[in-house]
């Protein structure tokens, strides 16, 4: 009796099984145009997504063009087209979402709402971005100049890109140096290229033995036979400082802004072949040990 009832049993689970396949199976039969219909949504958002990258890379390349041709600063058009950038691509998702069954209040809420979460998420964010209108605004710097991020502990370098939220400075030593725009809008920003041309300043010590006439002759005449010096503007020989153990000399004189650095480096070496020539004496710093004994009683 056991036997019959168990293959009842087994009977009945079978007929169960095959009784929520068929329903299963019907269940696919009615839903699989919808299914259908979805999979071709999904196919022709990705390919619609693919054809849209390729038409906002064509426009922002238009959109590049036409601002240089009108002669507009590097930095705006690098800002303009991140922000066009960000706009294109959001309204792509906009219609990719709506193509898909999504409805437009849906997608508006939902915009929004992630716009103020992202916005208090991301403050810092939303300053840099601030702060980059302010630098295109106001023009403190711009792309290749040369600048300096405060002094104290900062950084320094050419300005290679403005962007929405970053400034990249390229240093001497070939760094990318990336810094958010609210921290370059808030802090003391040096621009050492804002201007043709640079004061340089040079001291140099001489011992007190040495003739300061003649120092001063020799530094004058460095700097009238030097080809990039501006001689034409102000250019001052002076003692600047009785020092403990020299007499320091300086120079005054105007260059361009590309030949600083040349410049100086030339005349410093020039100084001290002409000093070494004439006999001028460059000390270095020493100190002099009096020791004095007493006499024993």
Request: aromatic share 8%; net charge negative; proline share 2%.
């Amino acid at each position: 009796m056991e036997i019959i009832q168990n293959a009842d049993v087994q009977d009945i689970n079978v007929e169960q099984v095959k009784a929520e396949a068929g329903r299963f199976y019907a269940y696919l039969q009615e839903q699989m145009p919808s299914i259908i219909g979805f999979c071709l949504r999904v196919v022709l958002a990705i390919m619609v997504f693919l054809v849209a990258r390729k038409l906002i890379a064509w426009v922002l390349s238009v959109l590049k063009k036409s601002l240089t041709n009108m002669n507009v600063d590097e930095g705006v058009i690098q800002f303009a087209c991140s922000i066009a950038k960000l706009v294109l691509y959001l309204l792509v998702i906009f219609n990719i979402g709506i193509s898909l069954g999504v409805k437009e209040s849906s997608v508006a809420a939902l915009l929004g709402t992630a716009g103020v979460t992202v916005g208090l998420a991301l403050q810092g964010g939303l300053a840099n971005v601030a702060g980059g209108v302010m630098i295109l605004l106001f023009k403190p710097f711009q792309v290749g100049d040369y600048i300096i991020q405060d002094q104290a502990n900062g950084c320094e370098g050419t300005v290679s890109k403005i962007d929405m939220y970053y400034t990249t400075l390229l240093s001497v030593d070939n760094k990318n140096i990336v810094i958010p725009n609210g921290t370059l809008a808030n802090s003391t920003v040096i621009n050492v290229t804002a201007r043709n041309h640079r004061r340089l300043e040079i001291k140099v010590g001489i011992s007190y033995q040495s003739d300061i006439h003649q120092a001063r002759n020799i530094l004058e005449k460095i700097l009238l036979d030097d080809p990039d010096t501006k001689t034409d503007t102000e250019m001052v020989v002076f003692v600047d400082e009785l020092g403990e153990s020299s007499v320091i000399m300086g120079l005054r004189v105007w260059v361009e802004t590309e030949q600083y650095w040349p410049v100086k480096w030339r005349l410093n070496q020039k100084i001290k072949e002409e000093f070494d020539a004439q006999g001028i004496e460059i000390p270095y710093r020493q100190m002099d040990v009096h020791i004095h004994h007493e006499e024993e009683k």
